[in-house]
């Protein structure tokens, strides 16, 4: 079952069209995934990173086999394999957590960044910005229980 939202408001004669953000991020997944680990090279790293990275033994070494391992990971989802048996398949859920968070950290700093710059296109003056995930959640309370709606 896919996740499909749509605005509950009409704008103009016809209600917005579903929105299913899995179909947008199978196009857009490899990309980002992408940028994550091309965030982690030297050049991308923020001052933060190093101190954080010395003081869980992260060392540039460490980090290129946790991006292969990542990599081969990400084949095995690409191929329709559960992200956790990929993992575990590959060894990345083997790695020190620290290693982990520090791939998975790079690519939310990756997808947030690329959430602003989708924002700015689709906030049209005349336009109300897409709902927060607490709206949407809102929205899915009431759906189901209209006197849990937040007042």
């Known amino acids: 079952m896919g996740m499909q939202w749509r605005r509950r408001e009409k704008r103009g004669p016809v209600r917005d069209p579903f929105y299913a953000p899995e179909r947008d991020l ?3 997944g490899t990309a980002l995934c992408r ?3 091309v965030a982690l090279e030297e050049r991308f790293v923020e001052p933060w990173f190093r101190p954080f990275a010395e003081a869980n033994g992260i060392t540039e070494d460490v980090l290129k086999e946790a991006v292969v391992l990542y990599a081969k990971t990400l084949n095995l989802v690409f191929e329709n394999k559960n992200p956790e048996e990929a993992a575990a398949a590959t060894g990345f859920d083997k790695l020190p ?3 982990q968070l520090a791939v998975y950290g790079k690519l939310g700093q990756v ?3 690329g959430i602003w710059a989708a924002l700015r296109d689709v906030n049209q ?3 109300a ?3 927060t995930l607490e709206e949407l959640l809102d929205d899915v309370i009431s759906t189901f229980d209209p006197a849990a709606e937040k007042e």
């Open 26 to 28: 199978a196009h857009i």
């Open 35 to 37: 940028a994550g680990v």
């Open 97 to 99: 957590a620290a290693v």
């Open 111 to 113: 997808t947030l960044s």
């Open 125 to 127: 003056p005349e336009s």
């Open 129 to 131: 910005p897409p709902k």
